[in-house]
């Protein structure tokens, strides 16, 4: 558990600090705590979770939709899917330092609930949520940058994607075709890491060179690159 | 299909006109159109539809948490599952004048496509993206104000929710109940059409009254009216 205070990380990170706290509260609360804490009067995260899912889904909607003007649906719709689920949320709100402000009932704490990344996943998006009433979309969308739409760039949801089917799907969408990896070569690095390089052909034509600390790891890279050099066409 | 003039419309009825006339053509604009202009470099509606079904999802999501604060997150999910879908996207698709603006592939409009549910709802999504991103935010509301919004007081998405079932479901979360329906009365109205009125009660305590043109109808309200009195407590 992370042991960095998450308020002071949001004030000195983001610049942010919640004009009303009840609101943040009530993104951080179990409904189990609540039933421990008979004389609390607020809410558990429920609600503002139902609001912060739509908030993601449009935010990220939005972004990709205008970051990526040459994309069909269809590509739109996978890199969403990559970015807007479990795992990703997960992470983020670990990064942020929210899993060490859950108010968390006592059974759910012995349980191992605060690291658990469905719990997770509902505090992201209840704080989205809270953040976008008390902040407003353009707060949203600046944190959003700085985590999610930074993490583009830094190839963190290519975990989640299987870019070797989807080149597969795309070339055969225009008929039968050929299609091969190979490994072109294979070092040992400093470290005693080896890396792996390979590339993809189709119909015996090359389309993309990648690299990974295993042949699947370059093939998928290879694939990746591939799937960028259709794009860039 | 309606012959009044889909821009005018908007124009009239909302004070809207849009500013870049390429998006709202877009929006109107089904595949198989393109595929039988190829002198036209526009896109079909696809990329704004992915766009506008995150949009309405996020807008009608922020207006019931605001309009409803005691609701909790499960009465929120099931009035936004009934206002979200095709019968209602199209439903408001044909009341603002959208099916005779789309511009439809011969082959589609021949199967009848015009009148589909299925595509209205794709059209109303892409002109909801369209919207967004040619008028803003507050624009989206405003028609939303005026067209799902206001249909809430008008009971329109009644037809898709059970009441009775609900009733049911939350009456019994508590432990086992014994709920009754009775009929109290039937009346002949000056139209010849017959009026019901039923009553709902639950472990013998009067719960709900309601009226309608049966008395399956009549225990609809009658359930409707339990929910909003347990509601209101």
Known sequence: MSQVNFEEFLRDRFQIQFKNQDLLTEALTQRNYLNEHPEEKGRDYQRLEFLGDAVMQESVTEYLFKRYPNWHEGQLTEMRIAMVQTRSFAHFARVIHLDGAI???????????????????????????????????????????????????????????????????????????????????????????????????????????????????AEKAAAREAMQNLDDK
């Not at 008390?134 to 993490?151: H, I, M, P, S, Y």
């Not at 400093?190 to 690299?211: E, L």
């Open 103 to 217: 108010r968390l009932g006592k059974g759910e704490e012995m349980n191992g609930a605060r690291q658990r990344d469905s719990l997770l996943e509902d505090i992201w998006e209840a704080f989205i949520g809270a953040l976008y009433l008390d902040q407003g979309a353009d707060v949203v969308r600046k944190l959003l940058n700085e985590t999610l739409f930074k993490a583009i760039d830094e190839h963190f949801f290519d975990q989640f994607i299987d870019f070797k089917s989807r080149l597969q799907e795309r070339l055969q969408a225009k008929g039968t075709v050929d299609i091969e990896y190979t490994t072109d070569a294979e070092e040992e690095l400093p470290d005693h890491t080896q890396r792996f390089t390979a590339s993809v052909s189709v119909n015996g034509k090359h389309i993309g060179q990648g690299q990974g600390k295993s042949i699947k790891d």
